[in-house]
């Protein structure tokens, strides 16, 4: 019996997850007029979004992505990019962008989130080391201080006899 096993986020693909959620969220941000698609981007119907994407990025069009794209438009409800809705009548679940969204987009989604995140961290560790030596020093120099101190109350006051 052949067992199935699903893609996972390491699966070969010319792009990575974070650039799915770039352009899954770049496709509810486009404005009408720089669109290709002529479907309106609010109460969107779960079914009609893949399609619209795959069409406005055709670089997502590949092996794979059917699977993780239940999970990225997740991934989008719950960081707050994307409104969803289950309580239309007669309808599927439907999504919308919010503002947030719409902002997030415009300021280069979650790519310039990681680079943003990758900066404050190496200038962290920067910040961490210097510190470090900033305290060895501190107490190297604390060390000769004392050592000066109690030299001097042992020959010029002649403490410790």
Same mark, same amino acid.
């Given at each position: 019996?052949?067992?199935?096993?699903?893609?996972?986020?390491?699966?070969?693909?010319?792009?990575?997850?974070?650039?799915?959620?770039?352009?899954?969220?770049?496709?509810?941000?486009?404005?009408?007029?720089? #669109?290709?698609?002529?479907?309106? %981007?609010?109460?969107?119907?779960?079914? &009609? /979004?893949?399609? @619209?994407?795959? =069409?406005?990025?055709?670089?997502?069009?590949?092996?794979?992505?059917?699977?993780?794209?239940?999970?990225?438009?997740?991934?989008?409800?719950?960081?707050?990019?994307?409104?969803?809705?289950?309580?239309?009548?007669?309808?599927?679940?439907?999504?919308?962008?919010?503002?947030?969204?719409?902002?997030? #987009?415009?300021?280069?989604?979650? %790519?310039?989130?990681?680079?943003?995140? &990758? /900066?404050?961290? @190496?200038?962290? =560790?920067?910040?961490?080391?210097?510190?470090?030596?900033?305290?060895?020093?501190?107490?190297?120099?604390?060390?000769?201080?004392?050592?000066?101190?109690?030299?001097?109350?042992?020959?010029?006051?002649?403490?410790?006899?």
């Amino acid at each position: 019996m052949i067992k199935f096993i699903p893609p996972t986020l390491t699966t070969k693909a010319p792009f990575s997850p974070i650039e799915m959620l770039d352009y899954t969220l770049g496709w509810f941000a486009l404005d009408a007029e720089d #669109s290709q698609t002529v479907i309106s %981007k609010y109460d969107v119907d779960y079914r &009609s /979004i893949m399609p @619209n994407v795959i =069409k406005e990025f055709p670089q997502m069009n590949v092996p794979g992505v059917i699977y993780f794209f239940p999970m990225i438009l997740q991934k989008l409800v719950k960081d707050g990019y994307l409104l969803f809705d289950n309580s239309v009548k007669g309808f599927d679940a439907s999504y919308s962008i919010a503002l947030e969204g719409k902002l997030f #987009s415009d300021s280069g989604g979650y %790519k310039m989130e990681a680079i943003r995140n &990758s /900066i404050v961290e @190496n200038s962290a =560790k920067a910040n961490k080391t210097l510190l470090t030596l900033l305290t060895f020093f501190v107490s190297v120099g604390t060390m000769i201080a004392a050592t000066y101190y109690l030299t001097e109350l042992y020959w010029k006051y002649h403490w410790f006899h």
